[in-house]
């Protein structure tokens, strides 16, 4: 019954979302200043469609909370055996449930602008919620016509399937939901600007209102990013924390445009200027959520996330995508040219810094989705191709590297025209740092180029980060000054963990005896005991390890080496010990055969500052959302109150007269 | 402010500005292409291996089937040789320090990333075998087709 309610709830936010688009369409046929009958439909459809359409989500979740095995997707995703928390996680551990999220978020982030957005005018509005309607009709039709979560089975399962164990893990409750929202939320930044495109009002007042949006979504796709980042780390056991997986790259792209999105919006609300750069990034942003959603759902890519093959449904989205981008794509050819240019500036300022890291962003955007689709295109030719680290660290690095130092400097100057000669003193000490930096890395240790030049970069970063508050009152500081001193800062903390990382993981790899002694980092490892253990759904090889440094107290770890019944897969439960300076991270492997067992341990050093960074980055994007609200609301207010005061002066002048 | 150095005007500055960006992502896209192309000799098969093999040292991967009866577990506890056989009747011997991957097994698809060695061997430094039992690393499809259809289970994919 429930799988029912869902699935009409489903269909009616399908027609709603058609009404939205109409209403939409519609409203904007009467001139400026006419008001349109339809239009009073086009906010209350698009709040009714995402109660609707999160209240699908939930009636599958049901489903999975009590195991209902007469629904198909539960039956071959689910086991009734599995601890609760992975049967709730297990309704996105699936194609047709995670595209269930998808399009409830997307409609929730259509909901959202309706009911809360009411600083555009109307015509705008119902401009860009036509979009989102548009937007959503495609996603509706992707899952009723070729995706349907709620498909019951004509006799009930005796028992579900499983669900990878891989998936088993809390990374996974946390990491898709939040990447979902950021890659959705795009979405919004899609329809607003195709919204101001449509009806010519690409101004700074739209860009205050878009930005709390787009940065809402950057929020979302850091920490999903940073969160994908982790869980990989920790569950797959092989110790690295990024891979260039088509998948991870998948989430790369929307947050690289999204960035660039973000950077060129200030630009357009503050000065006026990078009109259509800003409309033009909106629509590449969420273009790239839609690329990455085709590359994972498809798994049309050599990539240890995709593990099934499913080419209808990847020819679907790519249909979806070719009418969104193209249509996009008309739009903008048919209308830029009706924007007038911005507001100029010298290429010494605050915008020619952002322009030049805007450009940057693009060019490594570019770099990353070439090297990603590379492989299908040399396919074509029966080339079999992978694409590694050896071609996206140094070529990414190639324009990563003048971005970072322009990141460095451009928050110093001034907008519209600078000269560098004003900021002579803080150029020479961030010159200064870098090369120290690099020189004591390149003297002192055997590290290859990049890591070294990540070490100079990140140490002027970090302090650069904080100079635009110098010689400002602290208290004084607008809060999203401090959001984007924070953000920098958190680019500088995670560009040192990388950096550290790379230049000084140390790895011991030995075949272990209980007793055995091992030394890795600075840490001195014995291995007490080997044990079988058993969990709710696994069995296990559970080591003992004691790691002790200095004179410091004894640590335990336990790596495991899982294996699952349903279905039997084993796995390697890699053990973490956190300290400040680092992790030291154990994997248990087979036995040698004679009572040896393989150990391979890793001491990273500062490892840990990767992920503190990500955060740091999201929190500068949270602070700069309440900073900019707080702002425009004080001064709405103050206009509103001068408002009313002109119009009381001018009654009471009036009684005066008469 | 001086007349000779009255800026652009604002359509010349938009003009200027999207060459500069068209000229910078073109760029992106030349050096993309050209070390994607170098790229193009990043993986190889046995019998290309053989037939052309890559410069001693240089860091590639090698990918084709776990030779039957070939996995030697060396008295070190964590190193093993195997072969790896291709298409042909083409093998390489493949020397392999660490923990073997859970799914790595005789008979079975596996990518190994590393180097060729002086006397033939390859050394590998890292092994990617399938991750379950329907994945297998897709630059081994037509090697191993036979057996990706063949799973009990309805295929998983990760929501990402």
């Not at chain 1, 009930?156 to 088993?168: D, K, R, S, Y």
């Not at chain 1, 048919?334 to 007038?340: F, G, H, M, Q």
């Not at chain 2, 090698?62 to 093993?80: A, H």
Request: neutral net charge.
């Amino acid at each position: 019954m429930i799988a029912e309610l869902g699935l009409a709830a489903l269909w009616l936010s399908a027609a709603l979302a058609v009404l939205q688009l109409f209403a939409g369409a519609l409203a904007l046929r009467p001139a400026v200043g006419e008001t349109s009958e339809i239009a009073v439909y086009v906010r209350p459809a698009a709040m009714v469609q995402a109660v609707l359409a999160i209240f699908s989500f939930f009636a599958l979740l049901w489903c999975f909370a009590i195991t209902d095995l007469s629904v198909k997707l539960v039956a071959t995703n689910s086991h009734s055996m599995k601890p609760m928390l992975y049967k709730l996680t297990g309704t996105w551990g699936n194609h047709e449930g995670s595209m269930l999220l998808w399009t409830a978020v997307l409609a929730l982030s259509g909901g959202l602008i309706a009911w809360l957005e009411h600083r555009l005018p109307d015509r705008t509005m119902n401009a860009t919620l036509a979009v989102q309607g548009f937007v959503a009709i495609g996603f509706y039709a992707f899952l009723l016509l070729s995706s349907n979560p709620f498909e019951r089975l004509p006799v009930p399962a005796a028992e579900g399937q499983g669900l990878n164990p891989l998936l088993q893990d809390i990374g996974l409750a946390l990491h898709p939901p939040t990447l979902y929202i950021g890659y959705v939320g795009l979405s919004v930044a899609f329809s607003f600007a195709l919204g101001a495109l449509i009806t010519r009002n690409v101004t700074p007042e739209f860009a205050k209102v878009m930005r709390p949006w787009v940065l809402g979504a950057w929020v979302f796709l850091t920490l999903g990013i940073t969160a994908g980042s982790y869980w990989a780390y920790y569950e797959l056991g092989w110790g690295g924390w990024w891979f260039w997986d088509p998948v991870e790259n998948a989430s790369l792209m929307p947050w690289l445009a999204a960035t660039a999105l973000l950077h060129s919006t200030s630009v357009l609300a503050a000065r006026d200027a990078l009109r259509t750069w800003t409309i033009m990034l909106g629509v590449v942003a969420f273009s790239m959520s839609m690329l990455g959603t085709f590359l994972v759902r498809s798994g049309v890519l050599t990539s240890v996330h995709a593990f099934a093959v499913d080419p209808e449904r990847g020819t679907f989205i790519l249909v979806l995508l070719a009418i969104y981008i193209g249509g996009a794509l008309t739009v903008f050819a048919l209308r830029a040219s009706s924007i007038s240019e911005g507001k100029r500036f010298s290429a010494s300022s605050r915008e020619g810094a952002l322009v030049f890291n805007n450009v940057m962003l693009s060019a490594i955007l570019g770099i990353v989705l070439l090297g990603t689709l590379y492989p299908l295109l040399t396919e074509a030719f029966d080339v079999r191709v992978s694409v590694g680290p050896p071609y996206y660290n140094p070529v990414s690095a190639i324009f990563a590297i003048p971005m970072f130092l322009v990141m460095a400097v451009g928050p110093l100057l001034r907008w519209k025209a600078d000269k560098p000669a004003r900021i002579k003193i803080e150029l020479t000490v961030l010159l200064a740092v870098l090369i120290v930096i690099c020189l004591l890395a390149a003297v002192f240790g055997d590290y290859s180029i990049l890591p070294v030049l990540g070490l100079g970069l990140a140490g002027a970063l970090a302090i650069a980060s904080f100079l635009p508050l110098r010689g400002r009152k602290l208290t004084r500081v607008p809060t999203a000054t401090w959001g984007m001193v924070l953000a920098h800062f958190g680019v500088a903390v995670a560009l040192f963990g990388m950096a550290s990382e790379a230049a000084f993981t140390e790895e011991r790899l030995a075949a272990m005896a209980p007793g055995d002694t091992e030394q890795v980092g600075g840490w001195t490892i014995t291995l007490d005991s080997v044990d079988p253990i058993a969990g709710p759904n696994w069995t296990a090889f559970e080591a003992r390890v004691e790691a002790q440094r200095g004179g410091g107290a004894a640590a335990e770890l336990a790596p495991q080496s899982r294996t699952f019944w349903a279905p039997i897969q084993t796995t390697s439960e890699a053990a973490l010990l956190t300290r400040w300076d680092g992790q030291l991270y154990a994997v248990v492997g087979n036995t040698a055969g004679d009572g040896r067992w393989q150990l391979r341990l890793w001491w990273k050093p500062f490892v840990t500052f990767i992920w503190y960074g990500g955060l740091l980055i999201s929190l500068g994007g949270i602070l700069a959302i309440i900073g900019r609200l707080a702002a425009d609301i004080k001064r709405r207010r103050i206009v509103t109150r001068a408002e009313v005061r002109r119009a009381e002066l001018k009654a009471l002048r009036q009684v005066e007269a008469t | 402010m001086s007349s000779h150095d009255q800026p652009i005007k604002a359509k010349h500055q938009r003009m200027v500005l999207v060459i500069l960006a068209i000229v910078a992502i073109v760029a992106a896209g030349l050096i993309a292409a050209w070390a994607l192309r170098n790229q193009a000799n990043f993986f190889y098969l046995p019998e290309q291996m053989q037939a052309d093999p890559p410069a001693l040292g240089q860091a590639v991967r090698l990918g084709g089937m776990v030779k039957t009866g070939s996995i030697e577990e060396q008295p070190d506890g964590i190193s093993v040789r195997f072969v790896v056989t291709g298409n042909e009747a083409s093998q390489v011997p493949v020397r392999y320090t660490g923990i073997l991957p859970d799914l790595f097994v005789e008979g079975s698809g596996v990518v190994a990333e590393g180097s060729l060695q002086q006397d033939g061997t390859f050394l590998a430094t890292n092994l990617l075998a399938k991750h379950d039992e329907n994945y297998v690393p897709r630059e081994l499809e037509g090697l191993e087709g036979h057996q990706s259809g063949e799973s009990d289970y309805q295929s998983t994919v990760l929501a990402e």
